[in-house]
């Protein structure tokens, strides 16, 4: 079975969603206004857990499991080829096809129209073998022809996250080939969406368990439960594979094994991860662990109340900027981080030299941490605009929910504005 996309692609004037599918032998046809010969560089899967693969743009899209998203999206990334068509032929040029009408190019090969909201945006058709320069014909209105022009690889491959779900096995990210610094797989929340997954079962390693270089997980919540003998995390990011991961705006809370086993929040076994804006809150063991040679680096991370340390350093020279840990079993900071970590803070008196706060008091600092609520009480609290600026280095303005940071900005995962 064919898997579906949808990319949104942004004129100057108005929206368009483009429904696609992701193999060599596709053609895309978007009407005026959007430019003749457009290059489309994301594919942009939806997850919903009612799933499916007849969309209506927002809900029954694509996938009803992160599992089965990762798995169709193992392929190379070089065979993923999308153009827009450099002409719209002639006839009605508000004709409407019906979705599924047939369509044939000048080369004999054929396919079907894939679907059509709205018969002035877009049309979609897939063909099998398409080539540069062929034409396609569609059958249902013989004056309508369409050129393909180029065939351009995709970049990167997301999904959008639209609602929440249980899910029985570990997600293993691992697999694509080409990935690199252009070239990644992303997880992230729809606009608007705070997705709560609950990874049970499966294998032992991670919740989700990163084992390929340059992957993103962006505005997810992660509950990770089990019950055996081996030890687990929320994310984790695998040694030898998991480089170059980012994590940002991602909570992982209440992470319990009824087994004899530990559960933790972030395993950074793979190097040169970037955290921004990460809560880590009730787990069993640590919070945040930075376990490889090559730096990883946390910006802006709250670690609280785990059985752990809060943040643990089990190899390599690993930084922290305007972190904070507070109430954790073992310790709120192991003493292994950078010389150049700063403006940073702990419950106890572990947190990095450079600018940092030692002793924060629980019920000044937050609203109400017993119910994991880490947003900063008020002005008064020792984390509000005690850190320093670095939205250059992470490449964001705003907390993990979408509040632009203040200069200088709070110290954690939460700006406060009064």
């Not at 990762?70 to 508000?94: H, Q, R, Y």
């Not at 509950?223 to 980012?246: E, F, L």
Request: with cysteine; aromatic share 8%.
């Amino acid at each position: 079975m064919k898997r579906l996309f949808q990319t949104l692609i942004i004129s100057t004037m108005l929206l368009f969603w483009v429904q696609i599918v992701p193999e060599a032998n596709v053609v895309i046809c978007i009407r005026p206004p959007l430019s003749v010969g457009e290059i489309i560089t994301e594919m942009v899967y939806t997850y919903d857990s009612a799933g499916g693969n007849n969309c209506d743009l927002v809900t029954n899209c694509d996938y009803s499991s992160l599992s089965t998203w990762e798995s169709a999206t193992d392929n190379d990334f070089a065979n993923m080829k999308l153009s827009v068509l450099d002409s719209f032929g002639t006839g009605d040029s508000e004709a409407h096809f019906t979705d599924g009408v047939a369509v044939e190019t000048a080369g004999a090969h054929t396919g079907f129209i894939r679907g059509e909201w709205n018969s002035d945006s877009h049309i979609i058709v897939e063909t099998t073998d398409i080539t540069v320069g062929e034409e396609i014909l569609l059958t249902s209105n013989n004056s309508r022809t369409f050129t393909m022009t180029d065939l351009n690889s995709v970049t990167v491959i997301t999904l959008e996250a639209y609602d929440s779900q249980n899910h029985n096995n570990t997600v293993n990210i691992a697999g694509a080939s080409n990935t690199d610094s252009t070239h990644y797989r992303r997880i992230i929340a729809a606009t608007g969406a705070s997705p709560d997954f609950v990874i049970t079962g499966g294998a032992v390693t991670a919740g989700i368990n990163i084992n390929e270089g340059y992957v993103e997980i962006n505005g997810l919540k992660i509950k990770r439960t089990n019950n055996d003998s081996g030890s687990s995390w929320g994310i984790r990011m695998q040694s030898g594979g998991g480089v170059w991961a980012k994590i940002y705006n991602t909570t992982i809370y209440d992470s319990i094994n009824a087994g004899s086993a530990n559960m933790g929040g972030i395993n950074a076994n793979a190097g040169n991860a970037l955290l921004v804006n990460i809560l880590v809150y009730n787990t069993e063991t640590h919070g945040i662990q930075l376990s490889h040679a090559d730096a990883n680096t946390c910006y802006s991370c709250t670690v609280y109340g785990c059985g752990g340390w809060g943040f643990n350093e089990g190899a390599g020279d690993n930084i922290a900027f305007n972190s904070v840990a507070d109430g954790n079993t073992t310790g709120d900071f192991d003493s292994g981080f950078g010389g150049t970590s700063s403006h940073n803070a702990s419950g106890d008196t572990s947190s990095p030299v450079g600018n940092n706060i030692d002793n924060i008091v629980t019920a000044d600092t937050w609203t109400d941490a017993g119910a994991g609520d880490f947003t900063i009480k008020d002005v008064n609290s020792d984390l509000y605009q005690a850190g320093i600026d670095k939205s250059a280095d992470t490449g964001l303005s705003t907390d993990i929910v979408g509040t632009t940071w203040l200069d200088p900005p709070s110290i954690g995962a939460y700006e406060f504005v009064p």
